[in-house]
């Protein structure tokens, strides 16, 4: 499975960017996520939607950001409104279940005061 991240970017804080991610190669449906590594900081999950539709945000996006799928095209999005510059860092997909551990390669978004 590889996945490709795309979609990142350099705003003004209250703007917003769309990421994408589509998985190849995909052999079982996979629970699909977002996390975001700021400079000096440990990755940090940002959303999941379950293969099954479940959605999950952490705090700190909840209510800005949007995650959805479309499975037929394997792939994810994640659309962030509200941009703050807490919300700077590498944006990293990640495809999931049970042992299967997939990341993409990151794609940076960065949101200036």
């Known amino acids: 499975v590889q996945l490709q991240a795309s979609g990142g970017g350099s705003v003004q804080a209250g703007g917003s960017l769309t990421l994408s991610c589509t998985a190849s190669?995909?052999?079982?449906?996979?629970?699909m996520g977002w996390y975001r590594q700021a400079p000096g900081k440990q990755r940090e999950f940002v959303a999941v939607?379950?293969?099954?539709?479940?959605?999950n945000y952490s705090n700190s996006v909840k209510g800005r950001f949007t995650v959805s799928k479309d499975d037929a095209k394997n792939t994810v999005w994640l659309r962030m409104n509200d941009l703050k510059p807490e919300d700077t860092g590498v944006y990293f997909c990640?495809?999931?279940?049970?042992?299967?551990?997939?990341w993409g390669q990151g794609t940076q978004v960065t949101v200036s005061s």
């Open positions: 990640n495809g999931a279940f049970q042992a299967l551990n997939y």
């Open positions: 939607i379950t293969r099954g539709g479940s959605i």
């Open positions: 190669r995909v052999t079982v449906p996979l629970n």
